[in-house]
């Protein structure tokens, strides 16, 4: 009994030290992990200090300059800038293209600009929201139009460039997003569409354009709405307009009849000429 229980013990003290020794272990290793993320941190705040201490940011703009095609101009302030330092303005397009470099040129002492044409499209802001009230209808359904085609990319990732006496600096690469221009660019559309059941079916199309925000680049100047059948016009439809200072409203009752059209265009033409088209397909779970 006495040699079973100093067995016991003998083998209990040495799991025991296994145990502690793997915890030491384990320790050890959480220490050199965070000490090397800590590390890492480190070296990226002070790149970041450091590139904060020589340039900043200065504007952004867009220009249309034809379908899908902007014009961006990009404006960067050099803390430290020395008489006949060049800068360059890098940028990739698209993911799998290579980067594509601007020389840019001094507008104003320490402020350099760089310009080129980008292939992007941007358009307004257009939610549509459907809703039914009769039986059978399809219920509510939300539909929101992108901004861009599948696979597009509404971001651009660049970094600059400074030559001076054969050294170079560079800025870490970052990504210049287009999604907010679209507010600066234009207004946001919210259409609703309610459909009334019953022996007179129709359509009320009810239009706001939300005028809150402050005052885009391009005002819409028209809207046009038409009825189509099988994408042949049959006849323009004349919206009623209200304005205040907040919003802009069209809204126009109707009629549904399958027989005579199966969609209702709407054509967003703005003060630039450039014109944004909806269509809503009319008549579906009915």
Known sequence: MIIALLIFTYYS??????????????LHNMSREISREVGRIEQQVGQIREEERWWSKGSLELERKGENLQEVSVEYQIQDYKDGEKLYFHYRPTADEHYQSVEMEEVSTGVFRAVFDLALSIEPEIRMHYSGSSPGDRGNEVQTWADQEEGGQDYLPHYVSTEYNGERRTTAEEKMHFSGMKFEL???VHINIHHHGGSEPEYDVNIDVDQYHPSPNYQL???ETYLLKENHKVREVEMEHHEENTYRNYRKRIPMEEEVYDEILLRFIYDNEEVFERRVKVGEGQ
């Open 13 to 26: 003290r040495s799991l025991q030290s296994g145990d502690l020794q793997r915890i030491e272990n384990q």
């Open 186 to 188: 234009y207004h946001p």
């Open 221 to 223: 100047k028209t809207l």
